[in-house]
């Protein structure tokens, strides 16, 4: 199920960038924390795509960027 609500988008990109990080730094981030985040799943993060995104995957988001859940979108400007 996609959590996400048309005319959103997450912003792992800008948030990653902003630390200066890569799904690479995202994924052992996720483990140190104890959270099972795939390595494709980074990827797909990292790239923008946000389709089947799971809320346990926002959960993760939550806590490795230590951000509240609305930092994690923002409105899609390409609509």
Avoid: C, Q
Avoid at 19 to 39: C, I, N, S, Y
Avoid at 68 to 76: A, M, V, W, Y
């Amino acid at each position: 199920m996609n959590v996400m609500a048309p005319g959103t988008r997450l912003r792992v990109p800008e948030l990653l960038r902003g630390r200066g990080w890569k799904a690479m730094d995202l994924f052992p981030e996720a483990v140190k924390r104890g959270h099972t985040l795939g390595l494709k799943t980074a990827y797909r993060l990292e790239r923008g795509e946000s389709k089947g995104v799971e809320l346990s995957t926002l959960d993760i988001l939550k806590d490795v960027f230590g951000v509240p859940l609305e930092d994690l979108f923002s409105e899609d400007e390409s609509r």
